[in-house]
């Protein structure tokens, strides 16, 4: 071995080489590692799953409609193609969601889609990719009802029995001084329809309840007689935790009616006579659901 000279450390003089890497881009391996650095190994990103593919085709639909005031009917039919796409990733060729796509697309070829179409289908994709994510995050033993997705509208349903007076009164309190949109079934056209039908069609597009139970009706039960809501009011107030969530369903208790203990679960403000009584506290509860700011 020769003698180590300072001016030739690696001995090239002698014709000895410097020892190649063992394998390529070892030496940035080891480069890092001198420096004190973890090489970080670089992972996948996951593939997104279907359900936020059709999330991410409605945030984009409605990006373009935002600033395309007037998109092409070739544009508009390419974008449904594409959710209708997802559909059928999801479901297959024969579901009922996916045929009544194929439907849109073909009366679309023809006589054309517009924008308020496209956004109609949009809103609908939501509500249902909505409802398919909550189902992903539920437990097969899951005992809670799944609620609907709740309307972003500034409809407040009344529901009440006999006490028309006070029904009254709370609509024009939330309008007055909440600029709320109340409906009350009483004071909406029947069109003709089922009471039925005409309680759903109204019922589906609120996004917040109030229940006024009054002693309605007198009820003699084990030997013992109190006072109680119309029956239809506990079917609407059932409805409407079912659809929208207790929280957002508050019942209205005026002196001398009682109520089942199935409710005692539900948020309630007690009254003597008149509703006006507790605006506070309706207004708290319209700001804790944010329907007011």
């Known amino acids: 071995m020769p003698p180590w000279n300072p001016d030739d450390p690696f001995g090239l003089k002698f014709g000895l080489q410097p020892t190649q890497p063992a ?12 420096q004190g650095v973890q090489p970080i ?23 373009f409609l935002a600033t395309n005031k007037k998109p092409t009917r070739d544009i508009l039919i390419q974008k449904i193609r594409g959710i209708r796409f997802l559909l059928f990733s999801l479901f297959g060729k024969d579901a009922a969601i996916v045929k009544n796509l194929d439907l849109f697309l073909k009366e679309a070829n023809t006589k054309g889609v517009s924008a308020d179409q496209f956004a109609q289908i949009l809103s609908d994709v939501e509500s249902f990719s909505g409802f398919l994510s909550k189902l992903g995050t539920s437990t097969l033993s899951c005992q809670n009802s799944i609620t609907s997705r709740v309307p972003s509208t500034i409809n ?14 709370l609509s024009q309190l939330l309008r007055d001084q909440f600029n709320l ?37 007198e009820v003699t039960n084990s030997g ?46 007690e009254f003597a006579n008149k509703v006006e009584e507790k605006f506070i506290d309706i207004q708290n509860e319209l700001k804790a659901a944010k329907i007011i700011a």
């Open 224 to 269: 013992q007689t109190y006072s109680q809501a119309r029956p239809n009011v506990f079917y609407e107030t059932g409805w409407f935790i079912g659809r929208l969530g207790r929280p957002r369903v508050i019942l209205l208790l005026k002196s001398g009616a009682k109520i089942h203990s199935d409710l005692e679960g539900v948020s309630r403000i």
């Open 156 to 169: 407040i349903f009344i529901i009440h029995g006999h006490d028309e007076r006070n029904a009254l009164s």
């Open 23 to 34: 394998e390529p881009g070892s030496s940035a391996l080891v480069n890092a590692m001198m």
């Open 41 to 63: 190994a670089s992972t996948p990103t996951p593939e997104k799953g279907m359900v936020q593919k059709l999330q991410d085709a409605v945030t984009f639909g409605r990006k």
């Open 181 to 217: 949109k109340p409906i009350i079934i009483l004071a909406s056209a029947g069109m003709s329809r089922y009471l039925s039908d005409k309680f759903e069609q109204d019922a589906q597009v609120c996004s917040f309840a109030f229940a006024l139970f009054t002693p309605d009706d």
